[in-house]
């Protein structure tokens, strides 16, 4: 297969794939976690300011994880939520890998939407490392990403942004494809 068709293949096979969706206690080796952020590493990003900053979660500190989520979300939302708090929970418990994602500013550098932009782009490869590995992963953007005292957990501070948690792990079933609009009704062509 050529190297494009290699790509295109991984891009339209990605998908968001949740934790209850992989296999229970599979554990995804930690060289490949290394390589997904390796590739996430070389993200186009304006000015080499390299905003992404990761936390990564396994074995044990998956527990850990869980426990600080649904603490902190108790602590600002309080328990009227119990569904919600039972899947910040659980969910952690389910993958094999947890990885926090913040932004570190540069203010003084550029303007906030560009490293916005940048670490959206070391998310996508992400995402398409995992794809590429068989691994199931989704990118949670709720539980404690807004909640601005759990920066300090991932070593953020108040100027920096808590993006969100990547969750990885090995699929249980093959993932039914996903069906799009087409792009056509998307795009305009100016000749």
Known sequence: MHTSEVINEIIHRRRSIYPYQYEPGASVDEVIIRQILKNANTAPNHKKTMPWRFTVFSGDGRKKFADLQSSLYIKHHGTQNQVKIKKLEDYPLMASHIIAIGLKRHADRLPEIEEVLAVGCAIQNMFLTATAY??????????????????????????????????????????????????????????
């Open 134 to 191: 068989n691994l199931g992963c989704y990118l949670s953007t709720g539980g404690v990403t807004y909640i601005e005292e759990a920066k300090e957990y991932f070593h953020l501070e108040p100027e920096d942004k808590l993006i969100g948690f990547f969750y990885i792990g090995k699929i249980k079933d093959t993932p039914k494809e996903m069906e799009r609009a087409p792009v056509d009704e998307k795009v305009t062509f100016i000749r």
